[in-house]
């Protein structure tokens, strides 16, 4: 499967983006889902989770409460809300599929064998 991530750009903090993952050359909804993060000088990081069948959803606690991660099989894609954006959120944004995940662990890279190109979210202050 080939993943396309979508959405990013430049916003105020306290603004929300919505970031799409679209995948091609296979069905989401055989894959659970991840969205992992890179700033500048730092290493990726977890973001948000979900399972196949869209429940339950997991979060890294610096975004819980203000992200949101959702799916549509219909659309086989995959989207995180995220809100309340703040300059500590910069970053680029990486959609991630595993098949291998069926309940857990899922906050490891290494977990996901297919990974979309990234797209930039930058929060200005």
């Known amino acids: 499967v080939q993943l396309q991530a979508s959405g990013g750009g430049l916003v105020q903090a306290g603004g929300s983006l919505r970031l799409s993952c679209a995948a091609s050359g296979g069905t989401l909804s055989s894959y659970a889902m991840g969205w992992f993060r890179q700033a500048a000088g730092k290493e990726r990081e977890f973001v948000a989770f979900?399972?196949?069948?869209?429940?339950?959803?997991y979060y890294a606690d610096s975004v819980k409460g203000r992200f949101t991660v959702s799916r549509s099989n219909v659309q086989n894609a995959v989207y995180l809300q995220m809100d309340s954006l703040n300059p500590a959120d910069t970053a680029v944004y990486y959609c991630?599929?595993?098949?291998?995940?069926?309940?857990?662990?899922?906050?490891?890279?290494?977990?996901?064998?297919?990974w979309g190109q990234g797209t930039l979210v930058t929060v200005s202050s």
């Open positions: 991630a599929a595993s098949r291998m995940i069926l309940s857990g662990p899922f906050r490891e890279e290494d977990r996901y064998p297919y």
């Open positions: 979900i399972f196949r069948n869209g429940v339950p959803t």
